[in-house]
């Protein structure tokens, strides 16, 4: 069983919509979550990261984690056609240690 | 500055060849990683430093090679290229190994005939 699992999609969604990415995992030791998107060709970039369950936001964006249901979700509100992009969600047991990704939602948003 | 760079941008290898993919970082980061990515699979830890002269494997070390000699380089080795490297590899620098925000590079597009 992988560490991490992620819905690789695609996901397509008309522009102003309200997206949901969702990662589950097994370890009930991580702590830490990310979120990375990456665009076409180019390199992940660090959207928003949490410790712990709860939420957390940030303009647009808001990152939940359920460590219960060992759930983590992104939300996207009124999702802009430069949302377009892969979405990876990562996790960490402790300060220091590797980080486990999903394999990446694709999103794309139309005009 | 730069960022994290990485070269070649793409490269094709015959089976058995060798190579090292170059990456480097002008922020002063101590930690810094190599990844690959592959359909299906997600971003994979190969090998990782915390510092000049300090390594360590990751989750999928097997037939790579790394060293730090210096905080801004850290180059990638192969040393017999297998069909089942071929991949997309990211180099990624940040100041720690914790929460500290992981800068990638633009990616090396790996294909081994």
């Known amino acids: 069983q992988k560490e991490v699992e992620q819905d690789p999609g695609p996901l397509s969604v008309p522009e102003g919509a309200i997206v949901s990415l969702n990662c589950t995992y097994s370890n009930s030791a991580f702590q830490y979550f990310m979120w990375y998107r990456q665009y076409s060709r180019k390199g992940p970039e660090l959207l928003m990261y949490t410790y712990s369950s709860g939420n957390k936001e940030d303009g647009r964006f808001t990152a939940q984690v359920d460590k219960s249901s060992k759930y983590i979700s992104l939300f996207i509100r009124d999702s802009q056609p430069s949302d377009s992009a892969t979405y990876l969600c990562?996790?960490?047991?402790?300060?220091?240690?590797?980080?486990?990704f999903g394999t990446g939602t694709s999103l794309t948003v139309i005009p | 500055n730069a960022g994290v760079t990485q070269t070649p941008k793409f490269q094709v290898l015959k089976t058995g060849q060798s190579m090292t993919l170059q990456c480097a970082q002008d922020?002063?980061?101590?930690?810094m990683s190599w990844y690959r990515q592959d359909p299906g699979m997600g971003l994979r830890l190969i090998h990782y430093?915390?510092?000049?002269?300090?390594?360590d494997q990751g989750e999928v070390p097997n037939g790579y090679n790394v060293s730090r000699s210096t905080t801004e380089d850290f180059p990638l080795r192969l040393l017999s290229a297998a069909p089942s490297q071929t991949s997309v590899y990211f180099c990624?620098?940040?100041?720690?190994?914790?929460?500290?925000?992981?800068?990638f590079g633009p990616g090396t597009r790996l294909t081994v005939t």
């Open positions: 990562a996790m960490s047991a402790h300060t220091g240690n590797q980080f486990y």
């Open positions: 430093s915390v510092g000049a002269g300090i390594t």
């Open positions: 990624a620098s940040s100041y720690g190994q914790g929460l500290d925000e992981q800068y």
């Open positions: 922020m002063n980061h101590e930690y």
